[in-house]
């Protein structure tokens, strides 16, 4: 996997979702799991969270790519256990994540997986059966690479070149003679 660069908010690219989640720190308390406002941040290719909105340096990030996005009602016991969700990769760090309203938190999710589904879109496995359509490509890219050529052709009979010279005569100049 890549490594994430820690960028401002400003800079995050082509930016999917972005507004202001509590999240569940790692840290444990005396009272149980703090959570805490975060302003985050979702592009194509990774997930970060600020301080706020206006911070330089994220508090946190990491690549979305291998981690999926569900609704987590057990996260929490009060009145906010709908606006749970969780960011999930086995064998990885979970994010816990608690959205404004129940449809604010769907949102995220949605837009989380439907990333996922784009992402994974891009790499297709081949199938034997396209391997034969591979190789019949290149006969047809032939038959337009001989068209093209014959094009040139035309094009090199219309300037005024001798046939070794593979510098085009620019008007106004006379090609030196060898």
């Known amino acids: 996997l890549e490594e994430i660069t820690p960028r401002p908010v400003q800079?995050?690219?082509n930016i999917l979702k972005q507004?202001?989640?509590e999240k569940r720190s790692r840290e444990h308390s005396f009272f149980g799991s703090e959570w805490q406002k975060r302003w985050c941040v979702l592009n194509r290719k990774a997930f970060y969270y600020y301080a706020n909105e206006k911070s330089k340096q994220p508090k946190g990030s990491f690549s979305i790519e291998h981690?999926?996005?569900?609704?987590?009602f057990h996260l929490r016991k009060?009145?906010?256990k709908?606006?749970?969700?969780?960011v999930i990769c086995p064998g990885k760090r979970t994010?816990?994540?608690t959205a404004p309203s129940p449809a604010e938190a769907e949102e995220w999710v949605d837009q989380i997986q439907f990333l996922l589904k784009d992402l994974s879109s891009l790499t297709i496995p081949p199938d034997e059966e396209d391997e034969e359509e591979t190789y019949n490509d290149v006969d047809s890219s032939e038959s337009v690479?001989?068209?093209h050529n014959t094009t040139l052709i035309q094009d090199e009979s219309n300037t005024e070149m001798k046939e070794e010279d593979i510098y085009e005569v620019l008007p106004g100049k006379q090609p030196n003679e060898p």
């Open 19 to 21: 507004g202001y989640l």
């Open 78 to 80: 009060d009145s906010r």
């Open 11 to 13: 800079d995050t690219g």
């Open 82 to 86: 709908n606006s749970c969700f969780e």
């Open 67 to 72: 981690y999926n996005a569900r609704m987590a």
């Open 95 to 97: 994010y816990e994540f």
């Open 145 to 147: 690479s001989t068209s």
